[in-house]
């Protein structure tokens, strides 16, 4: 029996060159322009037009410069502040230094929150021109019910959509987003929601189908996964538990949504990068 030899190095090296000496002048000058055009073509866009970033509280026990290291870290480039990173009562200089650091690095503010808006008129308004001093389109909150009238006010004024987020079974206010969607639709279509899929599918309903159902004043996502949503978890990594998230993206993908859709890691706050990038990673591959 004859041994088949293994080509070395330097044989593949000398018949490639071989066969590109062979082509005729004009076949090797065309496979160039086109090894050209495909390394000019913009790279694929793996969320297939949806803005995926992540929640910052999955970042909420680091500091502000490590947590936009950690985002640029997993390639993202949304994120939604969390108040871990910039006090709500922060001056407007300092706001602005911190909406600019996230913009050096090249990761867009698309929304902040969530934050608790009890019924004080000073209070809402200054959670306004706290999303206004950092430019962000979207403030997600859990309102108190009675102060709803005076953010119908605020969301005029101020041209800043609210996204109620709902807290699941716990949340006497708003435990899906059905029950959100009860009180926002009597106001200004700026008041809409924040679907946290993984207390969406604590309450029993589908995550995927309330994104369509619900899709008209849908402002924001919170993308998890939830090991035995009807036994309240525990949050885990995407693709670790219940939630179908290859559904759940498709639906959004379905309604061209143009909003965030934050990936929000729960666990592991004080090591949450691994499962953050964890979580991006299986979420790019069900969007192939």
């Not at 480039?77 to 922060?90: Q, Y």
């Not at 670790?240 to 990936?263: C, M, P, S, T």
């Not at 890691?265 to 004080?270: A, F, G, N, S």
Request: glycine share 6%.
């Amino acid at each position: 029996m004859t041994a088949f030899n293994q080509p070395t190095r330097r044989t593949l090296l000398a018949s490639t060159a071989i066969a590109a000496a062979s082509l005729p002048l004009g076949g090797a000058l065309a496979q160039q322009a086109e090894s050209q055009k495909t390394a000019e073509r913009p790279p694929e866009d793996p969320w297939r037009g949806l803005r995926v970033g992540v929640a910052t509280y999955s970042l909420r026990a680091l500091k502000v410069e490590d947590a936009i290291e950690a985002i640029t870290r997993v390639d993202l480039k949304f994120a939604s502040l969390k108040d871990a990173h910039l006090r709500l009562e922060a001056p407007q200089s300092w706001r602005k230094a911190v909406a600019r650091k996230f913009k050096e690095a090249k990761i867009t503010l698309a929304s902040c929150g969530v934050i608790n808006m009890e019924n004080d008129d000073a209070k809402l308004k200054s959670y306004f021109d706290y999303a206004k001093d950092i430019n962000v389109p979207v403030i997600v909150c859990s309102p108190s019910v009675d102060a709803l009238p005076a953010l119908d006010k605020l969301v005029k004024q101020y041209d800043v959509k609210l996204a109620i987020h709902n807290h699941g079974p716990t949340d006497n206010k708003y435990p899906s987003p059905y029950d959100a969607m009860k009180l926002a639709e009597k106001y200004d279509p700026r008041i809409g929601l924040c679907i946290d899929v993984g207390h969406t599918a604590k309450t029993g309903k589908d995550p995927a189908q309330a994104i369509r159902d619900l899709r008209e004043r849908l402002y924001d996502v919170h993308l998890k996964d939830v090991q035995n949503p009807q036994q309240r978890g525990p949050e885990v990594e995407l693709g670790r538990g219940n939630l179908d998230v290859k559904e759940i993206l498709q639906a959004l993908r379905d309604i061209k949504f143009a909003y965030h859709v934050g990936i929000e890691h729960e666990k592991d706050p004080k090591d949450p990068v691994p499962g953050l990038a964890e979580s991006v990673g299986y979420a790019k591959g069900v969007m192939r």
